[in-house]
């Protein structure tokens, strides 16, 4: 398999990519990656009713940032010559029909089926018609829409997440896979660039599983091989409803202007919905080595802000300054490494790390008031600090607080860091110490000045 394999990601530039859609991209990719192929970037944009032009640019930037990176790119539109070319053959082979029903006659007859207990299926009356009768139809300007004729046996396949599958074509009905206006409805446009760009694996959400079978009797009517298919389960949010494209908090450019690591959404989808995790620190190419379908559940996911939020620091907390120095230099963080390694342990956000350089060099954030009894406890710490603060200064000086004051423990650290950094929280006390300076500090301690 090892070169062969071919994967795509095909969303329909209608809104913005949110965790779902783009949990289908990670898949793809991840597993291309795993069997040295090639992952490809579609886009489907033939329903110009539902389509925006601009999403196509905002999807390509949302794959970049989460570093998802495609061999070719293409868009339906494009395509239309080979669309054409594709109806004719299935025309010509027998496997496309002309219909001529209103969409207000289909309506009535599956009102009408379903009033006596029958499944709403095509009846196939199109083929009962004469060639007098479809002449006479477009005399009085009825355009024909073409229906797939499926065969009598099963449609089956063994997915890759699901395992084996199987539809009866009578409980499906002949689809309509043509337009009046002669253009492909999604479910043929897809086969046949499917069939036309070699895609090997067919990787995808489960609101997909009812246009397999179609799908796979589309592949056999054109001659072509049929891809291996794997169909995920959805990603649903709070109330258990399938995420907008205008969902915001769940869009990815959302999470991006939220400040999350690309690579912490990146872990979140590649393991969620698993029995395994991954390690927020875990490469792209061990991702997809260890990718396994077997063990996807297929429950639906919920978007779980919180895991998001611990893989985010678990990123930091591990980034190295190299990486982080630029970010930070944007942001007017001159604090050196030695000012990274003291503030990402506690970082949620990198641009936390923003708030706290101002902490130690310019404005901190009023902290509540100081009892009499603290505000006396800090005059006696500010009598005792040191001038410079190197090396052991902070242990010598906490020592002697301790003695002299007879307190220990959050007793002893709490008001100094209160008073120190305006917080309750934080990096270590003793690394933000150094960059507050003995006389910031001191006046901090005395309630002076910022």
């Known amino acids: 398999?090892?070169?062969?394999?071919?994967?795509?990601?095909?969303?329909?530039?209608?809104?913005?990519?949110?965790?779902?859609?783009?949990?289908?991209?990670?898949?793809?990719?991840?597993?291309?990656?795993?069997?040295?192929?090639?992952?490809?970037?579609?886009?489907?944009?033939?329903?110009?009713?539902?389509?925006?032009?601009?999403?196509?640019?905002?999807?390509?930037?949302?794959?970049?940032?989460?570093?998802?990176?495609?061999?070719?790119?293409?868009?339906?539109?494009?395509?239309?010559?080979?669309?054409?070319a594709a109806i004719e053959r299935l025309k010509a082979s027998g496997h496309l029909y002309p219909c001529y029903e209103t969409a207000d006659e289909l309506a009535a007859r599956r009102a009408s089926l379903v009033r006596s207990g029958q499944p709403p299926v095509y009846d196939r009356a199109a083929l009962r018609l004469t060639a007098d009768e479809r002449r006479s139809l477009e005399s009085h300007g009825r355009q024909p829409h073409w229906r797939l004729k499926l065969g009598d046996g099963a449609l089956a396949w063994d997915d890759l997440i699901r395992g084996p599958c199987s539809f009866e074509p009578a409980a499906i009905g002949d689809p309509v896979v043509v337009r009046e206006d002669g253009t492909p409805l999604y479910i043929l446009a897809s086969v046949v660039d499917d069939v036309d760009l070699a895609i090997t694996h067919v990787i995808r959400g489960e609101d997909h599983v009812a246009n397999t079978p179609v799908q796979i009797a589309l592949f056999g009517a054109l001659q072509a091989a049929v891809p291996l298919f794997g169909h995920h389960s959805l990603i649903v949010d709070d109330a258990g409803q399938r995420l907008s494209k205008r969902a915001g908090a769940q869009a990815l450019a959302g999470l991006r202007d939220d400040g999350l690591e690309p690579r912490a959404v990146l872990a979140w989808l590649a393991r969620v919905g698993t029995a395994d995790t991954v390690a927020a620190d875990m490469g792209p190419a061990e991702m997809a080595a260890t990718l396994d379908f077997a063990r996807f559940s297929r429950a639906p996911v919920h978007v779980d802000h919180a895991a998001l939020d611990h893989a985010n620091r678990q990123i930091l907390s591990a980034l190295p300054y190299a990486d982080a120095r630029p970010r930070l230099e944007s942001m007017g963080v001159s604090g050196g490494e030695a000012f990274w390694l003291a503030v990402r342990p506690n970082l949620s956000r990198l641009a936390d790390a923003r708030l706290w350089w101002r902490v130690v060099s310019d404005v901190m954030p009023p902290a509540p008031g100081v009892s009499p009894e603290d505000a006396d406890y800090l005059a006696m710490a500010a009598g005792l600090l040191p001038e410079t603060l190197d090396g052991g200064a902070f242990d010598a000086w906490t020592r002697a607080i301790g003695q002299q004051s007879g307190r220990k423990g959050r007793a002893l650290y709490g008001p100094l860091r209160l008073a120190l950094t305006g917080r309750k929280d934080g990096p270590?006390?003793?690394?933000?110490?150094?960059?507050?300076?003995?006389?910031?500090?001191?006046?901090?301690?005395?309630?002076?000045?910022?």
């Open 1 to 84: 398999m090892t070169g062969s394999v071919r994967t795509r990601f095909a969303p329909a530039p209608s809104g913005l990519l949110h965790l779902g859609n783009a949990r289908t991209a990670v898949l793809n990719w991840l597993f291309s990656r795993r069997e040295d192929g090639e992952f490809l970037l579609r886009f489907d944009d033939t329903d110009t009713a539902r389509v925006d032009a601009a999403y196509i640019a905002k999807a390509e930037r949302d794959l970049s940032w989460l570093g998802l990176e495609w061999h070719t790119r293409h868009l339906q539109s494009e395509r239309s010559a080979i669309y054409a």
């Open 428 to 450: 270590e006390l003793r690394l933000l110490l150094s960059f507050l300076g003995s006389q910031r500090a001191r006046r901090r301690l005395l309630g002076e000045t910022a």
